[in-house]
């Protein structure tokens, strides 16, 4: 059962690039990584995922390096609107629900 | 709208008493899934359920209990409530069963206090 760690909180100004790193030391071959964003008092919503290298779309990017042991979440020019929390899981397609641990995520501040 | 829909959107309840949560997946989702998230302890994942069946089981109390029906809507029971239970209740569903990798859909959430 890979366990993941995010930093607790991390804070920025709009217009900037925001990096959140995750760790994943024992991620198994068959796991990927997903980020979900989550707003006070809403239900998560999924932002990203990927297996390894780097995944792009319309709201950030996924950074995975060779040994897949961390992956960063890329989150261009920020606004206030991007102030949420940040969830890193990592599971199979294969693997059991009972391995979902969105755990306490990363708290994103996004300052004026 | 992620297309998952719960009711009630609140409930307020007495200890001791049981209640009934409601979800109703995305059409074409088969994987239903039940989280608790309190002020302490962040998204707790409770149950999934797939295609009517239980696939997975996480935090969830004896007190507590679920099912999938037929049309794929899912009903979570709480019983013998306390006040620790106050929580902010989700649904979520995906298309397939593998929880871990499955993108999931969130629903609004139920807001249970209990007095």
């Known amino acids: 059962l890979a366990k993941t760690t995010q930093p607790i909180s991390m804070d920025s100004y709009e217009g900037q690039e925001v990096n959140i790193t995750c760790s994943h030391n024992n991620i198994a071959t068959n796991d990927y990584i997903t980020w979900y964003q989550q707003f006070p008092s809403q239900g998560p919503r999924f932002i990203i995922q990927?297996?390894?290298t780097k995944v792009t779309n319309e709201v950030a990017s996924l950074f995975i390096p060779a040994d897949r042991k961390s992956s960063t979440l890329s989150l261009p020019r920020v606004s206030l609107s991007d102030t949420a929390v940040y969830y890193c899981?990592?599971?199979?397609?294969?693997?059991?629900?009972?391995?979902?641990?969105f755990g306490s995520g990363t708290q994103l501040t996004v300052l004026p | 709208d992620s297309g998952v829909t719960q009711t009630p959107k609140h409930l307020i309840t007495a200890t001791g008493q049981r209640v009934t949560l409601r979800c109703s997946p995305r059409s074409g989702d088969l994987s239903v899934y039940w989280y608790q998230q309190s002020l302490d302890q962040g998204l707790q994942f409770l149950i999934q359920y797939y295609n009517g069946e239980e696939r997975a089981k996480g935090n969830i109390l004896e007190r507590f209990s679920a099912q999938q029906f037929p049309d794929l809507h899912s009903e979570l029971n709480l019983s013998s409530l306390e006040l620790g239970d106050s929580a902010l209740y989700f649904c979520a569903s995906s298309v397939g069963g593998g929880g871990t990798y499955n993108e999931q859909f969130f629903g609004p959430g139920t807001r249970l206090t209990v007095l």
């Open positions: 990927g297996y390894k």
């Open positions: 899981l990592v599971g199979s397609p294969r693997g059991s629900a009972r391995q979902l641990t």
